[in-house]
């Protein structure tokens, strides 16, 4: 079968030819439908982030996938059903965090991630997995199953904040995404259609006419472009914010943001940036993070409980949203399209098999 | 009556005479028994904080009080009845914050502190208060009802700690408390014996023989130097901790604290420093947030539901902390002692009639 994988070093993906895998005892054969591409791969193929499976010369790529059942090979899946692959795998048999359910909050050592560390991912014509890590979709939602692993990723973070806000009444009114890549737009679409939020705001460095920006407007959120209004002046121009997303690795950004709060607001961080040293008021920091009763939470990865949620809230999406969202999806003789970046490009993916 | 006040500027507080206070509608008159010195009443005093109430040329010090209901009034305590007065009092009427039982997430200029922002303290023979702000406490702990409010804030912080762990399983083992002045010992206790965490650790910079290192010795906890173990440093000296409570008011403790957390683990500050520029890494602590989601919390002030577990919490402190915690009560005539500082003296009150 026909995978899309990188070599270290080598800077872009590449077809080649794999065994088709055969199903252990617990595990399902599934038919791969679409695999989206973000950010991550993009980290993986330039080197920056993952690495090989132990023994192997190369990683196949891809870790937003739905794919079709095709061997449900004894478990409690049925051959047809559609599911989406969470991405967490326990590297040596099982632990703890994988039994209680929460690979996502597991520490380094203790999880391998398909497609990213340790494990090949799900841009191959079939891939197997254990039953327990398929999430079941619906047919019609399938065609953007896709999207599921990366809204996962927001329903963790949401969750984590509004934990994080619980010992008191909290109602957020006013929410900012931080970065207008495929990531920050979802969230922001969340954010209107799901957690109906009065007041959005979107972060960007972009200049119009982009389809990026094109797509805030449509949800009706207030663009914020960072070159005009650095985070810490958001209060200011805007107003001050409740909740704070940020995805763009940016690290002034992740520590403006709790200029950006509101007081008993919440910052919660998903951008994973290189080191950066610079200088700080450490003291105004500390004292707005005490004296407003303010939080800056971290959050990476999500779990199969989030995973559900996903579907859920993509159901909610609206389809004017998806359809801008998705610039392109590749059939294998021209998967590099969709490795491709420039402005036009939101979100991508590639397809294995037609649906 | 005699009360304890400070004039703005004059840096030292005196007795003066005031018209002892008659209940309003729905108030007590309140017999003074005891009041805390703390941190922030040294604050005040300097000048540095907080502010006297309109129209007065002084401010009446003193927030950690217990005292005796003189006069019910027709509310609902008794008279003989022994009570802690909460400290946030709403400046107009009422507010939202204060009508849902959270005046501790009020914002700037929804608030008033008894003794500290605009409103005068409890350090006079007599005071009165609405009955919803005097939480009844037993004749056994009355003489240590001035330790109340302390626990309170510690309280409030570790309740939000919590919250923001909830959303996962999350059983911490080890903590530390950063600063061993005598609101990081009463949370050190707690830590010990309410929270039965595993293994704990107070940071500071004393050399022995000192007062405050052998309760952490006694305690059986582990006393961290900072002056050898900087913040950044704990998890390779000693280990990753799971919660870090920071109570130093010190900038470059509260970044560092990012450092010192384990993987999934909470920094709660309640330190309230002045403006400090230096360098951090920012990439690094932005990386460390969301890679191991780590939590940063805020907290300042606390409830009437954090008092009412504040009592509990000190009914399960041994009487040894407390008799080592607590190095001086002093009647109105040496009340000057209460406000010395050295490194012999950990906690005092002044004792406004006896018990």
């Known amino acids: 079968m026909k995978a899309i994988a990188v070599e270290p070093g080598a800077g872009e993906p590449v077809i080649v030819e794999r065994p088709r895998p055969e199903p252990a005892s617990g595990e399902a054969l599934v038919r791969t439908l679409r695999v989206g591409v973000d950010g991550t791969d993009h980290e ?42 969470t991405v967490r795998r326990p590297p040596n ?21 398909r497609g990213i560390v340790g494990a090949h991912g799900f841009m191959s014509e079939y891939f197997t997995s254990p039953a327990e890590y398929l999430v079941p979709i619906s047919e019609e939602l399938a065609p953007l199953g896709f ?10 973070a949401i969750e984590h904040a ?38 959005t705001y979107c972060l960007g460095r972009r200049d119009r006419p982009d389809p ?58 998903l951008g994973v940036p290189e080191p950066w040293e610079f200088e700080i008021d450490g003291g105004k920091l500390h004292r707005e993070l005490v004296l407003h009763n303010k939080a800056l939470l971290g959050t990476v990865n999500s779990h199969r409980g989030h995973f ?40 991508t993916a590639v397809e294995f098999a037609s649906i």
């Open 147 to 156: 999207l599921v692993e990366p809204i996962s990723i927001s329903e963790k």
């Open 44 to 85: 993986v193929i330039a080197g920056h982030h993952g690495n090989v499976p132990d023994g192997d010369d190369r990683l196949v790529l891809g870790h937003e996938a739905v794919g079709v059942v095709e061997d449900a090979n004894g478990t409690n899946l049925t051959e047809g059903q559609y599911v989406v692959p």
């Open 308 to 347: 559900e949620s996903a579907i859920d809230s993509l159901d909610q999406l609206p389809g004017w949203f998806t359809d801008d969202l998705v610039t392109g999806v590749y059939g294998l003789d021209e998967f590099q399209a969709a490795f491709e970046r420039d402005d036009e490009i939101v979100k």
């Open 162 to 199: 509004v934990a994080s806000r619980s010992a008191f009444e909290w109602e957020p009114e006013s929410a900012i995404v931080l970065g207008n890549g495929s990531l920050g737009l979802v969230t922001l679409a969340m954010f209107e259609h799901v957690l109906d939020i009065d007041r």
């Open 93 to 113: 048999g099982t632990n703890e965090y994988f039994e209680r359910g929460e690979p996502d909050m597991a520490p380094d050592g203790k999880y391998l991630e």
């Open 212 to 269: 990026t920006l094109d797509i805030i407007d449509e949800l009706g959120s207030t663009y914020v472009d960072s070159r005009e209004t650095p985070v810490s002046e958001i209060p200011a121009a805007y107003e001050p914010i409740d909740l704070v997303y940020e995805a763009t690795g940016y690290a002034k950004h992740a520590v403006e943001t709790v200029d950006a709060l509101a007081p008993n607001g919440v910052g919660v961080l």
